[in-house]
């Protein structure tokens, strides 16, 4: 499945598609002009691993990417994909900012139902999820030397994502900063595509969506035991 080392850290975004990264690259652009002008320095986010992040899953070993992957099928077979706007450039924090991003206006809620979904899955697999409130953004650039952001117009920018996949980032100990790669993508399943056969009988599409979710916990099951099994020889 996956041949990082242990100890990567890993988290898990939607992808931005590469039609929105282009548009998003003239605000990048933008905001790097904005910040020089303003006497800082701006660094941006490549357009490689430009994402809208969900989750933020730590260190981990490649088992655990393995059941995140698995969690992130469970979640994707009942989310179809769906748009939000893009508007809105913010930094985080506001005063001394370290990062400026656009923000995803999340109207409907469908984002936020989305990494709940995500979460639930998570827990179930045995990971620690973040509480408090949340806002959707797209980190854009790093800047230092700013004690305020300047004021940036969005009007040139892509104005809306279309979330139709999540990726699974990682990175190896040692490695650069931004040097993520995508271990796992997963689409989000359209409305329309049946789950796994063409099945119209609402009793028989339950019953597939059992044994699909019993085919996921037994490969966790397995998971967990060989990462035990492995603790095990580490410590002998």
Same mark, same amino acid.
């Given at each position: 499945?996956?041949?990082?080392?242990?100890?990567?850290? @890993?988290?898990?975004?939607?992808?931005?598609?590469?039609?929105?990264?282009?548009?998003?690259?003239?605000?990048?652009?933008?905001?790097?002009?904005?910040a020089r002008a303003a006497g800082g320095d701006c660094r941006?986010?490549?357009?490689?691993?430009?994402?809208?992040?969900?989750?933020?899953?730590?260190?981990?070993?490649?088992?655990?990417?393995? $059941? $995140?992957?698995? @969690?992130?099928?469970?979640?994707?077979?009942?989310?179809?994909p769906f748009s939000v706007p893009l508007r809105g450039i913010?930094? @985080?924090?506001?005063?001394?900012?370290?990062?400026?991003?656009?923000?995803?206006?999340?109207?409907?809620?469908r984002l936020l139902a989305l990494r709940d979904a995500l979460?639930?899955?998570?827990?179930?697999?045995?990971?620690?999820?973040?509480?408090?409130?949340?806002?959707?953004?797209?980190?854009?650039?790093?800047?230092? *030397?700013?004690?305020?952001?300047?004021?940036?117009?969005?009007?040139?920018?892509? *104005?809306?994502?279309?979330?139709?996949?999540?990726?699974?980032?990682?990175?190896?100990?040692?490695?650069?900063?931004?040097?993520?790669?995508?271990?796992?993508?997963?689409?989000?399943?359209?409305?329309?595509?049946?789950?796994?056969?063409?099945?119209?009988?609402?009793?028989?599409?339950?019953?597939?969506?059992?044994?699909?979710?019993?085919?996921?916990?037994?490969?966790?099951?397995?998971?967990?035991?060989?990462? @035990?099994?492995?603790?095990?020889?580490?410590? *002998?």
């Amino acid at each position: 499945m996956s041949d990082m080392q242990i100890g990567g850290h @890993a988290f898990i975004g939607v992808e931005i598609p590469r039609n929105t990264a282009m548009a998003l690259d003239g605000l990048q652009q933008a905001i790097g002009k904005a910040a020089r002008a303003a006497g800082g320095d701006c660094r941006a986010i490549p357009r490689r691993i430009l994402t809208l992040p969900l989750d933020d899953l730590g260190v981990i070993d490649p088992p655990a990417i393995e $059941a $995140a992957e698995l @969690a992130m099928t469970r979640v994707a077979r009942r989310h179809p994909p769906f748009s939000v706007p893009l508007r809105g450039i913010t930094a @985080a924090p506001e005063d001394n900012p370290r990062v400026v991003r656009i923000d995803a206006r999340d109207e409907g809620d469908r984002l936020l139902a989305l990494r709940d979904a995500l979460h639930t899955a998570l827990e179930r697999y045995g990971f620690p999820v973040p509480a408090g409130r949340w806002s959707p953004h797209v980190p854009l650039c790093r800047v230092d *030397g700013l004690e305020r952001l300047p004021v940036i117009d969005d009007r040139g920018g892509p *104005g809306v994502v279309r979330i139709r996949r999540l990726v699974l980032y990682a990175r190896t100990p040692g490695a650069a900063r931004t040097r993520f790669r995508s271990a796992a993508i997963v689409p989000l399943v359209p409305a329309h595509a049946a789950d796994v056969h063409p099945v119209d009988d609402g009793a028989a599409r339950v019953e597939i969506e059992a044994e699909l979710d019993a085919r996921l916990d037994r490969r966790l099951k397995q998971l967990k035991t060989t990462r @035990a099994r492995r603790k095990r020889r580490r410590a *002998g």
